[in-house]
């Protein structure tokens, strides 16, 4: 089975630029989760959702993230507009509900 | 809200001996207790986890260690070989909502 997908891989981008990062979950899994990696915040959780909808967002640092689930098999965080805080790697996880995380490769966000 | 403290931060053994890394959590109503493996450039791994009912579970050559009293629990790899290097992650939650440990940075020399 094919793990979690993510893209890009890799984006750098100009500071007030937008940014959207993609997500497919594994398949059957009715859990999907947004973390966020930094050197001085270790992982953080930005939001996660179940059967497609946001369960808790609390972790979303402000209004300019947003996260979608229009589906079972896609998701997407946005930042409009990006800031040089915002470059980390962001991952994307997904559960089947027992607690256990399958983890994505990860997008590197480099804002200039 | 949870807060979880790992130590140490990093760990270097030679190959063969044992490493252990600790985690203490703040929020007793926590009942999962994952570890995850973290490699260069790559996502986080789950390698074992525990839930509050069990005291100790192992794997081959990898066990954790829980102490609901003292909120604690351990990570143990015995007979560590090369390609055990990289960064360890605790965890701690109810299932759904985790957080994580700083992390350790686990060097094995060969």
């Known amino acids: 089975d094919a793990g979690v997908i993510q893209s890009p891989r890799h984006e750098v981008t100009e500071m007030g630029q937008e940014v959207t990062l993609r997500c497919k979950p594994i398949?059957?899994?009715?859990?999907l989760f947004w973390y966020r990696q930094t050197m001085m915040r270790g992982l953080e959780l930005l939001i996660y959702?179940?059967?497609?909808?946001?369960?808790?967002d609390s972790g979303m640092p402000e209004d300019r993230f947003s996260a979608k689930m229009p589906n079972a098999s896609f998701s997407t965080l946005k930042i409009q507009p990006s800031e040089p805080r915002d470059s980390a790697v962001y991952f994307c996880?997904?559960?089947?509900?027992?607690?256990?995380?399958?983890f994505g490769e990860g997008s590197r966000l480099t804002v200039l | 809200g949870e807060n979880v403290e790992q130590h140490p931060s990093t760990l270097s053994v030679q190959e063969g001996d044992s490493a252990v890394i600790k985690c203490t959590y703040s929020?007793?109503?926590?009942?999962?207790f994952p570890w995850y493996k973290q490699e260069l450039g790559k996502g986080p791994q789950l390698i074992i986890d525990i839930r509050s009912n069990v005291g100790e579970k192992k794997d081959q050559r990898i066990a954790v260690t829980l102490n609901k009293t003292a909120k604690h629990f351990s990570l143990h790899i015995t007979e560590t070989q090369p390609e055990d290097s990289a960064v360890y992650f605790c965890a701690s939650g109810d299932g759904n909502k985790l957080v994580f440990g700083a992390g350790t940075i686990l060097r094995v020399k060969s």
């Open positions: 959702f179940n059967n497609n909808v946001p369960i808790d």
């Open positions: 929020d007793s109503a926590s009942n999962y």
């Open positions: 996880a997904s559960s089947s509900g027992t607690g256990r995380l399958f």
């Open positions: 398949s059957g899994h009715d859990y």
